[in-house]
């Protein structure tokens, strides 16, 4: 499987980048990871979130090969248990098991580059600094191959 994970944001904190680190080096070379970060794009005084937001997704788009299938993550999308999430990705991986997931900046993902997803996934209901969502999204990429290995780190 190829990972690949699309981020839009400002300077990452040191122990954000140990933590998420830590998990990306767990993964087996196997499931071959790429990482993408474009930094968030600065309002001018005058400038409307949906122009902010639009430029951003075009950066996006840029980045995501053809080959992929691409997955936001987005306040809207679906809440999965980690056995729902495992078996949905298991699913889509049959299809293409190149996946792009994208987290948005600040103000979120374009209408247009949602549209171009095969799924829409929320971590949580909750709201998360962007630094604390990617350690998330990490470790939950480490625990489905946990889980599809039968590593004890997922109690079953």
Same mark, same amino acid.
């Given at each position: #499987?190829?990972?690949?994970?699309?981020?839009?944001?400002?300077? +990452?904190?040191?122990?954000?980048?140990?933590?998420?680190?830590?998990?990306?080096?767990?993964?087996?070379?196997?499931?071959?990871?790429?990482?993408?970060? *474009?930094?968030?794009?600065?309002?001018?005084?005058?400038?409307?979130?949906?122009?902010? $937001?639009?430029?951003?997704?075009?950066?996006?788009?840029?980045? *995501?090969?053809?080959? =992929?299938?691409?997955?936001?993550?987005?306040?809207?999308? %679906?809440?999965?248990?980690?056995?729902?999430?495992?078996?949905?990705? +298991?699913?889509?991986?049959?299809?293409?098991?190149?996946?792009?997931? $994208? *987290?948005?900046?600040?103000?979120? /993902?374009? %209408? =247009?580059?949602? +549209?171009?997803?095969? #799924?829409?996934?929320?971590?949580?209901?909750?709201?998360?600094?962007?630094?604390?969502?990617?350690?998330?999204? /990490? %470790? +939950? /990429?480490?625990?489905?191959?946990?889980? %599809?290995?039968?590593?004890?780190?997922?109690?079953?």
């Amino acid at each position: #499987m190829h990972i690949h994970l699309i981020t839009v944001s400002s300077k +990452q904190k040191k122990w954000e980048k140990l933590a998420f680190d830590d998990y990306k080096a767990r993964l087996p070379s196997k499931w071959r990871f790429q990482i993408d970060e *474009i930094s968030t794009i600065r309002r001018k005084k005058n400038e409307s979130t949906s122009n902010v $937001v639009k430029e951003e997704s075009k950066k996006i788009l840029t980045k *995501i090969k053809s080959n =992929e299938s691409i997955i936001v993550l987005d306040e809207e999308g %679906e809440n999965f248990t980690t056995k729902e999430l495992y078996l949905r990705l +298991q699913l889509l991986s049959t299809v293409n098991s190149n996946l792009c997931f $994208v *987290i948005g900046g600040p103000d979120g /993902i374009s %209408e =247009e580059l949602k +549209q171009k997803s095969s #799924m829409k996934w929320s971590l949580t209901n909750l709201t998360l600094p962007h630094g604390l969502a990617k350690i998330v999204f /990490i %470790e +939950q /990429i480490y625990r489905l191959w946990t889980l %599809e290995s039968h590593h004890p780190y997922h109690r079953y």
